[in-house]
């Protein structure tokens, strides 16, 4: 199993432009979510899915868009970027809602925006 | 929402001492809470992890404490080594949503 993967690495956007970071799992995992992770902060929950076809806002939603049109499928869509969103960006996974909660992260999106 | 708070935000200790890490939560229904060790560049990774059912968990050097009715939780490292240098993160959970506190960094001194 290739566990959570995320793509790009790495990625330089201007103010204004738009992309999306893709998240893919092959475990099978119900729950998928995206963090963002600034120095001092912690992590903070950006959108979540518990299953195909339903997602729902975390703590820090504003400026970004989630779809789950497949269980292994969870892409991250900035609209507009700008310079507050420059961060690090990490999709998780877990198997259930509830019983095994433990979640598996991604390696993880550099994102700058100048 | 939930609020977790995490002290100290740095832990310098030397070599085969321990190190503590205290976490506070507000959510009176959250009911898991892990530890995750992140290392410079890499992913956060789960270390240990205790539901609200359980009072304290131990693996080999690590162990977690929580104590529901004062809403806190702790990490006890015992006989630190300088492979145990990363930034530690504990969070909070009511089932999915993890709120996660600020980090830990801990040096270990040869």
């Given at each position: 199993n290739a566990g959570v993967t995320q793509t790009p690495k790495f990625q330089v956007l201007k103010t204004g432009q738009s992309m999306t970071l893709q998240c893919a799992q092959?475990?099978?995992?119900?729950y998928m979510s995206w963090y963002r992770q600034d120095p001092g902060m912690g992590l903070r929950l950006i959108h979540y899915s518990v299953g195909a076809g339903i997602t729902d806002q975390g703590e820090v939603p504003n400026g970004y868009n989630v779809s789950r049109s497949t269980t292994e499928d969870f892409p991250l869509r900035l609209l507009s970027a700008a310079p507050s969103q420059t961060s690090v960006y990490f999709c998780a996974s877990s198997q259930?809602?509830?019983?095994?909660l433990e979640q598996y992260f991604g390696p993880g999106t550099r994102l700058t925006v100048t | 929402g939930e609020n977790v708070e995490q002290h100290p935000s740095t832990l310098s200790v030397q070599e085969g001492d321990s190190a503590v890490i205290k976490c506070t939560y507000s959510d009176?229904?959250?009911n898991y809470f892990p530890w995750y060790k992140q290392e410079l560049g890499k992913r956060p990774q789960l270390i240990i992890d205790i539901r609200s059912n359980v009072g304290e968990k131990k693996d080999q050097r690590i162990a977690v404490t929580l104590n529901k009715t004062a809403k806190h939780f702790s990490l006890h490292i015992t006989e630190?080594?300088?492979?145990?240098s990363a930034v530690y993160f504990c969070a909070a959970s009511n089932d999915y949503k993890l709120s996660f506190g600020a980090g830990t960094t801990v040096t270990v001194r040869a």
């Amino acid at each position: 199993n290739a566990g959570v993967t995320q793509t790009p690495k790495f990625q330089v956007l201007k103010t204004g432009q738009s992309m999306t970071l893709q998240c893919a799992q092959d475990m099978n995992h119900e729950y998928m979510s995206w963090y963002r992770q600034d120095p001092g902060m912690g992590l903070r929950l950006i959108h979540y899915s518990v299953g195909a076809g339903i997602t729902d806002q975390g703590e820090v939603p504003n400026g970004y868009n989630v779809s789950r049109s497949t269980t292994e499928d969870f892409p991250l869509r900035l609209l507009s970027a700008a310079p507050s969103q420059t961060s690090v960006y990490f999709c998780a996974s877990s198997q259930s809602t509830s019983g095994n909660l433990e979640q598996y992260f991604g390696p993880g999106t550099r994102l700058t925006v100048t | 929402g939930e609020n977790v708070e995490q002290h100290p935000s740095t832990l310098s200790v030397q070599e085969g001492d321990s190190a503590v890490i205290k976490c506070t939560y507000s959510d009176s229904a959250s009911n898991y809470f892990p530890w995750y060790k992140q290392e410079l560049g890499k992913r956060p990774q789960l270390i240990i992890d205790i539901r609200s059912n359980v009072g304290e968990k131990k693996d080999q050097r690590i162990a977690v404490t929580l104590n529901k009715t004062a809403k806190h939780f702790s990490l006890h490292i015992t006989e630190t080594q300088p492979e145990d240098s990363a930034v530690y993160f504990c969070a909070a959970s009511n089932d999915y949503k993890l709120s996660f506190g600020a980090g830990t960094t801990v040096t270990v001194r040869a």
